[in-house]
């Protein structure tokens, strides 16, 4: 039973971080939190990814004396490399994102959305 709990909790950690960011995009009306729940989002994905790739007693798929004795499965590269990748975009995005808040703050001096939306150019 510990072991299943073990083998799932990076399953239900990644769901659980995912949805409470959607809620926060979904439910908040200001702009900091809605990135807060982008970034939560995105950290979700990609725990998810990496708990998927992820092989017990698995070792790295380096060129060594394992390979040769052809003994133990192996780590999948490619779910890492994805999230290195998915890394660095959604630190990019999350930098952008910030630079246009701080643009819409110094605009209409408020990050309320109900508030910036009601405003006319």
Known sequence: MISFLEEWSFFGGSILLILIG????I???????ILIGLSLMDTGVNVLLVSLGYVEN?????????IKNNSGAFVDPIPQ???LTAIVIGVAILALGLAVTI?????????????????KW
């Open 103 to 119: 643009k819409i703050y110094e605009k209409y001096g408020t990050l309320d959305i109900s508030k910036i939306r009601g405003l």
């Open 22 to 25: 959607l809620y926060g995009v």
């Open 58 to 66: 698995g070792n790295a798929p380096i060129l060594t004396s394992i």
């Open 81 to 83: 490399a994805l999230v």
């Open 27 to 33: 439910t908040k009306r200001n702009l900091i939190k």
